[in-house]
């Protein structure tokens, strides 16, 4: 079994590198091509030479430092880095062969890496375990991102109460998907509201999205024929009365003690049990359980890379369709647009309201992957602002870009953790004890996050990569795509508003 | 020509807020005592809306980080205030035994200093940041400032901890003032007295009709300088070379250039009014509430924010009559009026009208129209 689940994480590791890299069919063949015979390969050795003299030394050598805590998160961390090179070569390179060897090398540095697992018996659920879910959760940032990016990038719209969107969604998907039998006895109060729904997680998602998507036609209806100003101030709002309801609505919500064990999607179909369990079918098909329950993960980072795909794909479609090239219209002079005829409340309104959908999509995703949600999940620094910074960062309106700034700036936020760690719990000082992680810490990193993001604002507007120019599906991309972006099209928020 | 529609609107509203207040007066149980209240709490949002309104007339973005500003500087009170607590006794040998004084003085000292602080840091950020950015789209000016925000409230947490801190001032007994017909001799009394007539009252029945509102010394300390602050400011804005300036400026800021007004000098006297008011806000919020936290200005900012749009984003005046407006409205519709609504739902309240007037009146109520779209 072990085989098929690194396939599966292999394949799954593939898939971003994959539909970042190219758009031709073949490539992409080629590329699941490379994915078998290489670990084909691997696992014929793997099974073959179980106990081989290779392995054993390999194991020695690594367990004289195995000892060592932290080896493997710093062995991820260094992959990350690694990898995230190479993503950023393959995106932002244009030449084919470098984007090609940079492709190829991270595939086989993932291979080594895999190898150096599978051959030396560190367990990989070890050495996975902080990857997967430093990846599943990057992940859901960059969806969040992406939902961001067709209201800031595509259309211009300001919205700085992304945690709202991402809170409702978290909110309405485990209301209705957790199992009342779950929770503690006495929780949840009387009253209408008073039940967990216990339905499918599917159905979380889809209201998820669907209540998201409500909230923004409600802020979008006051605010979107106004300044964007009156959008910035009644997003903060909303979230912050969203946190206020979650708080305080205890028969709804469980109020600050959170909502806990929040049911995984297909948990119970996947998971072998500890104990007996009725045999989980699907259309009358018994679904063999087979992972165990530390590789769980794993089918939920598959699931995290799918929405990404998705959305990615339909944002892509979108910016190239004539809804999308209206929306940047509306973005470079709304007036503009107006005068042409356009809709902009229209135009703006959807925009506003797709992007809180997707944003309610990563905020079910997020409460079934932390399996708890409380009123902390409104919180404006690490959702709002970490987002925006990652959009910025990435590059407003390349929904590449995005992705890049989602996964980079996660792994600078979480991998700064490990600082935490080395740096003295309490430092005493001259005018007295300063606690150091709780109030030196966090405030720092924020205020580091800070300086990054205004630094890029003063001198790098674009980002890091920079919007595309895309017209048209019609059109081939390569065509239009200079080797940089000029810098007339650097200044994605120019809407010029007076 | 749309003046007609557009008035009847306005109109309107100026009769809810007045039946509101009828309403509030005359049918809400302990109405008057929450209207009071509305008003204290009001005059505070005022000193801290007036910043936010300036920043937006005339550099023509919605400042976010105005209410860390405000926090900022009610930290910064906060240091001066512990500090003097103990150093004016040392200074003074006098003041030794009047324990009060001490602490008042202590706390006019650290409005000055908080005030000092804020402009400092509202005037450094000016220089570092907005300067370089005055000629990008607003919103590029939005973000800025939403990130100054949580870095001010980052650096807030650093220095002073994350925890409550409270100023050095001891709790107050509040003075009642009843009014009515108390002695039930059918003639009209007024009457006010400390703590123990209270208690004294109690222990009678109240009389039928009675009207009575405590004040401590600190809420009427807080209504009457913030009041006074908002009316200095009138004066300074109406009959100043710079206050005219300003005027001048937010109406057309290229015209006022060609008129040889020093945009930039006018800026910064806008950044130092607008913090040093809501550093003293920051200090009338700590005072009233008893605690500070990092947070507080986050949480005040919604607020603020309600007050600017209610009465107009970009008019001083405005920003006051909308202070006023939601002060009140937060005070009397949770808890007494309504008793289903949480407390916790105050800024909810503000949330929804500001939301309301957006939908009926854009432009609030003394703002001028720039309806788009």
Redesign the interface.
Known sequence: MDAAILWAFTLSLALPGIFLAVRKAWVILAGIAFLIAGWGGLIAIYVVQNGVSLREFLRQALSVIEGFAYLPQIYSLLLMVVSLAGLWVLLTRTNRRTRWGAFVGTLLLWSFYLAAAAFTGVPPDRMFSFLSAFLIIAGIYAVLTLGLNIQWGYT?L?N?GVAGFFGVGAYVSTILVQDPAKMAVGAGLEGFFATYFNQPFLVGFVAAMAASGLTALVVG??????????L???T???A??LR??A??EQELTEGNRGIPNIPQPLHECLVIPVREAPPCTLLGIEIPRFLEPAQYNWFYLVLVLGVIFLAFLALERIARSPWGRSLRAIRED??AA?ALGKN??RF?MQAFVVGAVIMGAAGSLWAHFVKFVDPQIFD??SRT?LV?VML?VGGTGNNRGVILGAFIMWGIWSGTNFLNDVLPPTLETPIGRI?VA???F???R??AI??I??LI??FR?RGLLGEERVTSTMIEPKELRPASAPESHS?P?????? | MRSQRVDIVKWAIWGVIVLGLIWGLFFVKNGPQFIVNGIRFGSILMLGAIGLTLT?RIL???N?SHGDILIFGAYVALTVDWWLVGQLPEWFPQLAEADMAVRWLAIVGAMVGGAIGAIGIALLIDKL?YS??RR?????L???S???A??L???V??IW??GNQAYAMRTQLPTFYAFGDLDGDGRFDVFAGALRDLIALAGTPRPEGAVVITMTPVQWVTLIVSLALVTLLHLFLKYTKTGKAMRALADNMDLARVTGINAERIIRWAWAIGAGLAAIAGVFIGLNWGIITPNTG?LV??SL??AV?LGG?GSPYGAMLGALVIGVAQNLLVAPAIPQI?S??K??IA?AM??LM??VR?QGLLGEA????
């Not at chain 1, 209806?221 to 009156?230: E, K, S, V």
């Not at chain 1, 928020?493 to 007076?498: G, H, I, N, T």
């Not at chain 2, 990008?136 to 590029?140: D, E, H, L």
Request: no cysteine; net charge neutral.
């Open positions: 211009g300001f700085i209806f006051a605010t979107l024929r106004l300044r964007a100003d009156y910035a101030i009644a903060i709002g909303i912050e009365i206020l309801i708080a305080n709304e007036d107006l902009t409340f703006k404006a620094i602002f925006w910025i606690d709780a109030q030196l966090g405030p720092i924020i205020m800070v300086i993001l205004e604002l003063l507007p200044h928020p120019a809407s010029k508003e007076d | 937006y023509n973005f919605a976010f940041i370089r950015l990008s789209a607003a919103v590029v939005v973000i800025a939403f990130g100054m949580l870095f409230r980052a650096l947490q650093a901890g994350v986050a900012l919604l924010f309600a749009i984003i949480n916790q739902y800024p909810a949330f500001m939301i957006l939908l854009p720039e309806r788009k779209g």
